[in-house]
């Protein structure tokens, strides 16, 4: 019999053109080839030449083609016309949005400047918006950091100059012994799944340390199912281990960190707990020679590590002394502990007992000379091939500053930072806390704040407090409440603004933040607060402006609606005086372009807000003659200076196009990245390429692309003196005191020595009555709420029910298809169960952002996201229950405010199953973009 083959077209030609530009389905960066056929988007792949993916997509990436099609798009500028929540709008103009925005903000920041309230979430301008902010001149500025990972970035910046992800990266090429903790797949996702490979490949082990065994721990070669909240005790509990067994890199901490600083003793001392100085402010050890006081940096001196000393009528004893003791207590000891973490007493020892063992007998040496920042020479570089990676999981807790240093710490013992096969920083970091900015609170009317709103408080004098002790700031953030909130607290602007405390507001603006839903605590009650009224009958919050390029469901609470682009179809910058690209082998920034133009009367947010900018007046926006002095957000990258020479791109700079991190702008900067592939990247010189805190080669090279004005070398700080200094305030020395009933959690927290505390709500409910923690897992293919209006991606997170763990799915007799209700001290949801076993026997979870209020998103009104998918959001509320002192404390980490997430302590029942839909059901809001199709294909409406 004659068999033919189908005619198939097996090369079919797919595209046209290629454009090249920068993903945007999450915040990880990498790189696209963007297939356009007739002017139109007709396919995206991974650029095989970006440093960051070298070709790799992911679901998301791949699906951009679906996010950019999307029928959620909103179309124009709007103004509400219906009830606030409602989601009815007119469409208007830009030029009466504009005139809208400029009646309701031009009068604000000539009287009162702090009664606008800017916040953005999770975009990629930073820079940009907080110069905006700054020449606006209110105080009210952050981005989304305060409920996201705060702890992380604020810890490691505090201690060693640099975290995770944006700001460092495991040494995946040499590293030999890998420990994951608290990270879901959403963040950095292509770069971790390449790293994880890499590993796999060179048989390097992973250990996964989280309650849930999904994404990157089910590949784990190890999984420790962690109960939530502990992984601080567990990280204090393997450094016992380690000093008993005298498994510490001593020469290391010697010569890179304040280990042997002289912390003063005295307890009646105006400056206990404070580190020794000479009169020229340099740090001081013992040395060993002598026995007296010295500048750790003398030639010569050696200093001692234990022991005390006294001098003039003082007692001091280095930090290492005061270390040890602290963490040989029997408190740390892994069966003092094993219960709590769920995490048995032989697997810690054993844990801390392989990590020593790759750390100190699979050293590895690189045959390349360089030379330290006192000029000795070094004649290779020696790494101690153990890596760690955290995230959200570990930061999203009350305690999690303190965790977040916990493992910094042990990172630092082992010697295993900045070194070949440990944890590597990625330009421009490292850097010291001391060249970040103290955080700017004064504004003064109708000129621009006194600085930076965001950075790191060296001591109580830093914070943002009015003479009467008040805060400066809407959302409370740099007060004794909250000291080191490096990110500011997004999350209590609503709370605050609604509350009056410290003060009303008249504007709220906001970018991508879906504060009505998935983005707050407490949802329905940030919903109520939206559209509250006074008793005049006018908004408590007055006016809110919003920017999205999607209707979420935050697009129906705001009176005036400015339609942002999809990311193919505007410029961004991912900028190195932002989070960029690097790697830590290479300096690397990116721009997006609009690789389409749009077909709606919409603008890229960043345009619309340097027009705004433009059209208020402000300083930094206009020229002398009061003309505009970008035209949009492509001229400012190209032209604006943050310094001279120093702008928004580093590569391609100068006339010529030549200049690296510094030169005069390039008309044809942007041309270059085009053609670049939409990047610009150099690699740091071999001799630069390790110990950048301490290398003069890194330091120097740094000075010459821009990263610093001057080489700026630091040392690793294990114990961190701005922390003791507030903890002194606390303690009634110095002149600026907090509030009486601060006093206590102020000396508990801050501790410049990690430490662990049981997680606020834990000590707040009864745990018996609620037995289990709840947490959401971020899941690979969506990034936050971006993702589930996708049509593709929601194929594959259509609906999120809560997993439960083989023992509670047995202790209530759940069966398949059943459904649960879900309670916390808050409120109460019904949701449906899946059981797993892979989990923290304590723990429920669930996939975050799935669920969807109906008519938004442009999804039909009966779609699995809004029937079957649920928020954990309505558990959580922004403030601990009542302890009965008169006194509602916030749910929160004490030190920074970044919101705690995941202590959720909740119970679980059976609930009956013939319905079939969440609760609570919030009542549909009319989409402002009507309803998507019911079928979207891939054809002629492309
Ligand atoms: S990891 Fe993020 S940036 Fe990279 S392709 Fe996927 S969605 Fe895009």
């Not at 907080?130 to 950091?145: I, R, V």
Request: glycine share 8%.
């Amino acid at each position: 019999m004659k068999h033919h083959q189908p005619d198939l077209d097996t090369s079919p030609e797919v595209s046209d053109e290629i454009r090249k530009t920068t993903c945007y389905m999450c915040a990880c960066r990498c790189g696209i080839d963007v297939h356009m056929k007739d002017g139109k988007v007709k396919y995206i792949e991974g650029n095989r030449d970006h440093p960051i993916n070298k070709g790799v997509l992911c679901a998301k990436g791949s699906a951009g083609i679906m996010q950019h099609y999307s029928p959620a798009r909103l179309q124009a500028p709007m103004k509400r016309v219906g009830p606030r929540g409602e989601g009815k709008f007119e469409t208007i103009s830009w030029d009466e949005a504009f005139d809208i925005a400029e009646k309701w903000l031009k009068p604000i920041r000539e009287k009162a400047p702090h009664k606008l309230a800017f916040f953005t979430g999770r975009d990629q301008s930073q820079s940009l918006t907080s110069f905006w902010a700054q020449q606006f001149g209110t105080p009210n500025y952050a981005a989304h950091g305060g409920f996201c990972s705060v702890n992380m970035a604020a810890a490691g910046i505090y201690t060693m100059g640099g975290a995770f992800w944006e700001f460092g990266v495991p040494d995946w090429d040499r590293t030999k012994m890998f420990m994951i903790f608290g990270v879901a797949e959403d963040h950095d996702s292509n770069p971790i799944k390449m790293g994880l490979s890499k590993l796999k490949e060179r048989g390097a082990k992973i250990v996964g340390i989280n309650p849930v065994r999904s994404g990157y721990n089910a590949i784990a070669d190890e999984w420790v199912g962690i109960t939530p909240g502990t992984d601080g005790l567990f990280v204090l509990a393997m450094i016992h281990v380690l000093l008993k067994a005298g498994k510490v890199d001593l020469e290391y901490l010697m010569r890179y960190t304040n280990a042997p600083m002289l912390v003063n003793i005295d307890e009646g001392s105006d400056e206990h707990g404070l580190l020794l100085r000479d009169v020229k402010g340099q740090f001081m050890v013992q040395d060993r020679i002598t026995g007296k006081p010295a500048a750790f940096d003398k030639k010569g001196v050696k200093p001692v590590f234990t022991g005390t000393i006294t001098y003039r009528g003082t007692q001091y004893t280095p930090v290492f002394e005061l270390m040890t003791e602290k963490y040989l207590s029997d408190d740390y000891a892994p069966e003092a502990v094993a219960e709590r973490c769920g995490i048995s007493a032989k697997t810690i020892r054993r844990l801390a007992a392989e990590l020593a063992h790759v750390a100190f007998e699979q050293e590895i040496t690189i045959d390349q000379p360089w030379t330290d920042w006192k000029g000795e020479k070094h004649a290779v570089m020696t790494g101690r091939p153990v890596s760690f990676h955290a995230m959200r999981g570990i930061s999203a807790h009350s305690n999690g500053f303190q965790t977040c240093r916990a493992i910094h710490l042990l990172q630092i013992l082992l010697g295993s930072v900045e070194v070949p096969g440990g944890m590597r920083f990625k330009p421009p970091y490292p850097k010291p806390v001391g060249i970040h900015p103290t955080p700017h609170s004064y504004a003064t009317p109708g000129g621009p704040l006194n600085g930076p709103h965001l950075g790191f408080p060296t001591g109580p004098e830093d914070l943002a407090l009015n003479a009467s002790g008040t805060p400066i700031r809407i959302d409370k953030a740099f007060t004794w409440e909250n000291p080191l909130s490096a990110h500011g607290m997004m999350h209590m602007v609503i709370s605050n603004a609604h509350a009056g405390d410290p003060y009303k507001i008249d504007t709220l603006f906001m970018y991508m933040a879906n504060m009505s839903w998935n983005s707050s605590m407490n949802s329905r009650g940030v919903m109520d607060m939206l559209t509250d009224k006074d008793e005049d009958g006018n908004y408590v919050i007055p006016n809110i402006i919003y920017s999205d390029a999607y209707s979420s469901e935050m697009v129906a609470f705001a009176d005036l609606i400015l339609p942002d682009t999809t990311y193919l179809e505007r410029h961004d910058c991912i900028s190195l005086l932002d989070r960029p690209i690097s790697e830590a082998d290479a300096i690397c920034d990116s721009i997006r372009w609009p690789v389409v133009e749009p077909d709606r009367d919409v603008r890229g947010f960043q345009t619309a807000l340097i027009q705004l900018g433009a059209k208020l007046g402000l300083p930094g926006f206009v020229n002398e003659d009061g003309s505009e002095k970008y035209k949009d957000y492509a001229d400012y990258i190209v032209n604006h200076e943050r310094r001279p020479g120093v702008g928004p791109l580093a590569g391609f700079r100068g006339k010529d196009g030549t200049g690296k991190g510094r030169g005069e702008p390039n008309p044809a900067q942007i041309d270059k990245y085009i053609e670049n592939g939409g990047f610009w990247q150099e690699h740091i010189p071999d001799e630069a390429l390790f110990y950048k805190p301490w290398n003069m080669a890194y330091q120097n090279w740094a000075v010459e692309r821009g990263i610093f004005d001057k080489p700026s070398p630091y040392l690793f700080s294990i114990y961190v003196e701005p922390i003791q200094k507030f903890r002194l305030a606390a303690q009634g020395k110095g002149e600026l005191q907090p509030p009486d009933h601060l006093r206590k959690q102020l000396i508990d927290a801050m501790d410049p020595l990690p430490i662990w505390w049981a997680p606020f709500e834990e000590q707040s409910v009864d745990c018996d009555e609620y037995p289990l923690h709840a947490l959401t897992q971020r899941p690979a293919a969506m990034y936050h709420s971006w993702g589930s209006q996708n049509a593709w991606l929601r194929q594959i997170h259509g609906t999120n029910p809560l997993y439960i763990s083989s023992q509670v799915w047995a202790k209530h007799r759940f069966k398949e298809g059943d459904w649960a209700y879900l309670t916390s001290h808050h409120g109460r949801i019904k949701i449906p169960v899946v059981r797993m076993d892979a989990l923290n026997p304590k723990t429920v979870w669930t996939w975050n952002a799935i669920g969807k209020r109906k008519g938004a998103w442009a999804l039909d009104k009966n779609a699995p996201e809004a029937t079957k998918g649920f928020l954990l959001n309505h558990l959580i509320h922004e403030l601990l229950p009542p302890k009965g002192d008169g006194l509602r404390w916030s749910n929160s980490d004490p030190i920074t405010g970044q919101a705690a997430w995941y202590d959720l302590r909740v119970k679980i029942e059976k609930a009956p199953t013939e319905e079939g839909i969440s609760q609570p059901e919030t009542a549909a809001q009319t989409s402002p973009v009507g309803q998507g199709p019911k079928d979207i294909a891939y054809g002629e409406e492309f």
